[in-house]
């Protein structure tokens, strides 16, 4: 697997485990403000063997996140996660959703023991996010409508709210994944671009909105 970070301790990123953080090169989406955006490109990577020791040398784990990047474009990705649980820890994968196939792939396979989507806007708002790689707002509906109606694993929706949006936007994204167990709005956080993260009341504003339609969260 192309592997271009790593980090051998999260107590943050898998609810109620000790995680290490995989993260790969690649994506099929250019959102403007992503925080990992010096990997999308990269074609320097990691040796996979390195990391999967480090990782079995680990005895404070209780888990791996992959994320990225776009962890279902890399095509060992569930043979990277069947090595991770033959070692007896448990996978979280972090997806912006473009490929449900993968996703139900892995969890049918008991391979992914937690799913993390991100609703990146209302779907038809992508021009927002990711001006120059438009998404395909049917593949979102399809991974959403699969991670709900499963009972598999935990998921989680969440959303970083970025300057731009309104509370309306919160409000159609929520919309989307209405009846969902838990949908997390995450402050956009300025990477020097000098724009203004939104106020604390906005984000209560926008949290209350959504909750019309689904439990939500600011974390």
């Known amino acids: 697997m192309r592997i271009a970070g790593f980090q051998p ?3 943050l990123d898998f609810p109620g485990n000790i995680a290490a953080m995989v993260f790969v090169g690649g994506c099929n989406m250019r959102c403007w403000y992503c925080h990992n955006a010096s ?10 063997q390195a990391i999967l020791d480090r990782i079995k040398d680990n005895f404070l784990l209780d888990g791996v996140v992959i994320s990225g990047g776009e962890p279902t474009l890399q095509p060992d ?9 033959d070692m007896g820890l448990e996978v979280k994968l972090d997806t912006n959703g473009l490929r449900p196939a993968v996703i139900k792939e892995g969890v049918e396979k008991g391979l992914f023991d937690y799913v993390a989507m991100d609703i990146k806007a209302p779907f038809d708002k992508a021009c927002v996010v990711t001006p120059t790689v438009p998404w395909n707002a049917d593949k979102l509906r399809e991974s959403v ?3 709900m109606e499963q009972d598999k694993v935990p998921y989680e929706f969440r959303m970083t ?21 838990i949908f997390y709005l995450q402050p956009y956080v300025d990477h020097g671009m000098g724009l203004k993260p939104p106020s604390a009341a906005f984000l209560e504003e926008a949290r209350a909105a959504a909750e019309k339609f689904v439990k939500t969260e600011v974390r």
């Open 77 to 85: 990705l569930l043979d990277f996660a069947r090595k991770v649980k």
């Open 161 to 181: 709210v970025i300057p731009q949006f309104t509370v309306e936007d919160v409000e159609r994204a929520a919309q989307e994944i209405a009846g969902a167990r």
């Open 9 to 11: 301790n999260s107590l």
């Open 145 to 147: 409508r699969y991670l």
């Open 39 to 48: 990997i999308l490109d990269t074609r320097e990577f990691l040796d996979e």
